[in-house]
C-alpha cells in the first residue's frame, strides 16, 4: 500500500505542473525543446502510475472480500495459532500431531494421546441452523483415538450396604453443555479428550495400588470398580464412568440420584492437586552431583550417618488410594458425628445442645464444639465439650481438662453426651444456689449410692436453705433423669431444754427426705422449676 500512495503522490505533483528551482553554479544552454518527446514520457509515467494504483485497488477489493468469507468460515492458519497457545503441536512429515498426555506431570502412562489437526473441508452452502442464527464452521478438524472419543468421570461413593452415603466425581471441569452434539469446537473436543485420558490414567493408577495394597480385608478390583472396606458394613466404591455422545444425547440429565458431597468431592481435588504439584515442584537446592527428585532427607543420609530404619521411613509414602481411603474414612465419620449430635439435641429439650463446627478443616481432621446450656439461664452455667473427629476415632476435651478417646461406634459419642448432660445439670443447681444465698453441702459427680445407672454414673448436690431448716437433694443420672427430695427441720413444739439438753440447735435436725413429683412443677425447665422450688422454701 505505500508503493500505491508514493505513486498517488507523484502523479498528483506531476498534474499540478509544480516547477522546481535547481541551483547551478554553471550556466548550462538550454536543451532544444521536443514537445513530442516529452508528451510521451509523460504519458508512459502516467500509464505505468495507473496501472501500480490498479492492482493496488485490486488487492483492497480481494482483500474486502476474503474479510467477507471470513465471518462466516474461520481461517484455518489463525485458528492454529490459537490452538498452539494452548496445546503443545508439531509437525511430522506433511501432517501436525498434537499431544494431550499428562508427562510433563510426572505421569508414565501407556496412553500416548496423539491427535491429529488438518484443515476442514468447508461446504459452500452450510445447512441451516433450526433457529435460523448463521451457522460457523470449524476451520479445523480433529481426529482423536477412539479410545478418547466421549465423556468419562471417576464416580467415588460410600455405600453403607445398599444406601449410598456421599458421592463425589473426579473430573476435569468441562464447560456447560460440552459434547452435547455431533459437531463441537475443537477446544471442547480436545478438553473432553484430555479428561477422558486423565480419568483412565488415575483409574489405572488406583486398580494398581489397590492389587498392591496389604489389608485385613483384601480389596477387589472387577472390571471398572474398585471396592474397599472402610468400616465394618461401610464400603468405598471408586468406579470409572465412561459415555459416548450418543449416550449422553439419549439419557436424560438428572438421571444419577447420588447423595452427592461438595466437601468429599472438594478434599480428593485437593489432593490431586498436592500431587501434581509435588511431582514438579523437587525441594531446593539440587546438587550436581544427585539426582533430580531425590528428597533433602535422603540427601542428607550419608553426611549425617543415618541408619537403615530412618533410611528406611524417608522412603516409605502413602500412595493415592490410601490417601483417598483416609479422607473418606474421615468424611463417614464425620457424617456420624454430624448425625448422633443433631438426633441427641432433638431429643434432648432440657438442657439445650448447641454445636459450631470448625469452617477450617483438614481433610482427614475436623473440630466440633458443643455448648450444653439451659434457656434462659446461659450466663449463669454453660458447659463447654470439644470434639476432635479423625480417621478411625474421636477425641473429646471435657470442660475441667479431662481428654477421652473414642472409637468409630457413634454409640459411645451419644453415651458421652449424656454424661455432660447429668453433670451440666448439677453444675448448674450449684450455679443456681449461690445466686439465690443458698448454701452447697456436698456434691459429687460419681455418686456410689442409689439406683446403679446403666450408664455412666450419676451426680448429686446437697443444698441448705440461708436459715438452715430447709435442704434440697438433686440427683441426675445420665439415664434415670433428674429426682429431687426436700427435708425439713422438726421444730417440734414440745422441745424445751433441760438440765440434759440446753443447746436449741439441737431443734434444727433436719428429718427425712421426701421425693417432689417434679413433672407437676411449674416451670419450663428444670433450672426455671429449681429456682421456683428454691423461692418457696427461702423465708421472707
Known sequence: MLTEVCVLVDVLNIAKEKRYMVIDPVHQEAPDPKPMVVLLQKKKALANAAAIILRGAERLRDSQCESARNRTAPDFHL??????????????????????????????????????????????????????????????????????????????????????????????????????????????????????????????????????????????????????????????????CHSTIQDRIKNSPGAHSNEHKPVLEHSLHQLLRELHYNAIHHPMPHPVTSALGISKRRRLAGPQASDLETIRRSVDYESLLEQIIKQTRHVVLRLRTMYMIDTFACEIKDPLIVAHWACLNSPTLSSVKINIMTHGYETIC?????????????????????????????????????????????????????????????????????????????????MASPTGDRVIAVRCGPKTGVHVSVSYSPQQPDFYPSTLVRDRKWQNLAGSFREVLWEKMEGRNFMNKLEHLMASLTPC
Request: proline letters at 5%.
Open 382 to 462: 454453660r458447659t463447654p465439650l470439644v470434639i476432635h473427629v479423625e480417621e478411625k476415632s474421636l477425641k473429646a476435651i471435657c470442660r475441667d481438662g479431662r481428654t477421652m478417646a473414642l472409637s468409630y461406634e457413634a454409640q459411645e459419642l451419644r453415651y458421652l453426651l449424656m454424661c455432660q448432660v447429668s453433670q451440666h445439670q448439677v453444675n448448674a443447681a450449684q450455679a443456681l444456689a449461690k445466686l439465690m444465698g443458698w448454701k452447697v453441702l456436698s456434691t459429687c459427680n460419681n455418686l456410689g449410692v442409689g439406683v446403679v445407672e446403666p450408664i455412666g454414673n450419676a451426680s448429686s448436690v446437697l
Open 79 to 240: 485458528e492454529l495459532l490459537h490452538m498452539r497457545q494452548s496445546w503443545r503441536l508439531k509437525k511430522v512429515g506433511n501432517s501436525i500431531l498434537g499431544d494431550l498426555s499428562y508427562r510433563s506431570a510426572g505421569s508414565r502412562y501407556w496412553q500416548s494421546g496423539i491427535f491429529e489437526v488438518s484443515k476442514n473441508e468447508v461446504p459452500e452452502t452450510p445447512a441451516p441452523s433450526p433457529n435460523n442464527m448463521p451457522v460457523r464452521n470449524n476451520a479445523i478438524k480433529v481426529t482423536l483415538p477412539n479410545e478418547l472419543e466421549g465423556v468419562s468421570y471417576i464416580q467415588v461413593s460410600i455405600q453403607n450396604d445398599t444406601e449410598t452415603i456421599a458421592s463425589g466425581e473426579l473430573s476435569i471441569p468441562l464447560p456447560h453443555g460440552a459434547l452435547a452434539q455431533a459437531e463441537t469446537h475443537w477446544q471442547q473436543k480436545l478438553e473432553a479428550a484430555q479428561n477422558v485420558l486423565f480419568c483412565k490414567e488415575l483409574f489405572s493408577q488406583l486398580a494398581s495400588e489397590a492389587v498392591q495394597m496389604q489389608s485385613s480385608i483384601p480389596n477387589l478390583v472387577v472390571g471398572n470398580q474398585i471396592t474397599t472396606s472402610l468400616f465394618p458394613g461401610v464400603q468405598l466404591s471408586i468406579g470409572l
